[in-house]
């Protein structure tokens, strides 16, 4: 199975400011077609995960721009601009290269 | 506006199965450009993904659950379900149904809203 770390696995974070987490894959999730596949998912308190970046870099529908995804091969950066309080959560990095999919073991951000 | 809502009992004895059904609304489970997963989070903890089926009734689990996972697709009733057989309190999780993109496996667009099944005597 493909490994999946995220530093740090908490932040607290003062809003306005930015914040980053970092994925790292046990193996390049780097598919032969040059897509990536790697994905960022936050699981707000009490709800479902929402899919926030998908194949590294692109936002999915509706999620704001303060959020952007960074990355190749097997290391991988979550950055949020300027954190809001709707922001909180736990933060899950994902890989689809290969089964069984892997999510990380999630990053917690609150805010101070 | 595509929902999925899981339905279950929410206590399974051990040693027994977890039976699960996860009914699709507001589109549907027939096409070609989705899949359709389990996925289940013991409580405090991480995701694990348990196992994928497109209509057509390909599955597509997870090999540490394989031996005790079914997943099976209704199209008639717009549904897919899923059995975990032989169930311990390692089992007790809140399992949740979601929708693949086709393209991109990884992109789950929808979820439901999460089922908790607590496996106890």
């Known amino acids: 199975d493909i490994v999946m770390t995220q530093t740090p696995l908490s932040l607290s974070v003062t809003p306005g400011q930015p914040a980053s987490i970092s994925c790292k894959s046990s193996q390049s999730l780097l598919q032969s077609d040059g897509k990536t596949l790697l994905y960022w998912y936050l699981q707000k308190p009490g709800q479902p995960p929402q899919l926030l970046i998908y194949e590294v870099s692109n936002r999915f529908s509706g999620v704001p721009d303060r959020f952007s995804g960074s990355g190749s091969g097997t290391d991988f950066t979550l950055k949020i601009s300027r954190v809001e309080a709707e922001d909180v959560g736990v933060y899950y990095c994902?890989?689809?290269?290969?089964?069984?999919?892997?999510f990380g073991p999630g990053t917690k951000v609150d805010i101070k | 506006q595509l929902q999925l809502q899981e339905s279950g009992p929410g206590l399974v004895k051990p040693s027994e199965t977890l039976s699960l059904t996860c009914t699709v609304s507001g589109g549907s489970i027939s096409s070609n450009s989705y899949y359709w997963g389990w996925i289940r989070q013991p409580p405090g903890k991480g995701l694990e993904w348990i196992g994928t089926?497109?209509?057509?009734?390909?599955?597509y689990y997870n090999p540490s659950l394989k031996s005790r996972v079914t997943i099976s697709v209704d199209t008639s009733k717009n549904q897919f379900s899923l059995k975990v057989r032989s169930v311990t309190a390692a089992d007790t999780a809140v399992y949740y149904c979601?929708?693949?993109?086709?393209?991109?496996?990884?992109?789950?667009?929808?979820w439901g809203q999460g089922t908790l099944v607590t496996v106890s005597s």
């Open positions: 994902m890989q689809s290269i290969q089964l069984p999919f892997t």
């Open positions: 979601a929708r693949h993109v086709s393209s991109g496996w990884g992109l789950i667009d929808y």
């Open positions: 089926i497109f209509y057509s009734g390909s599955t």
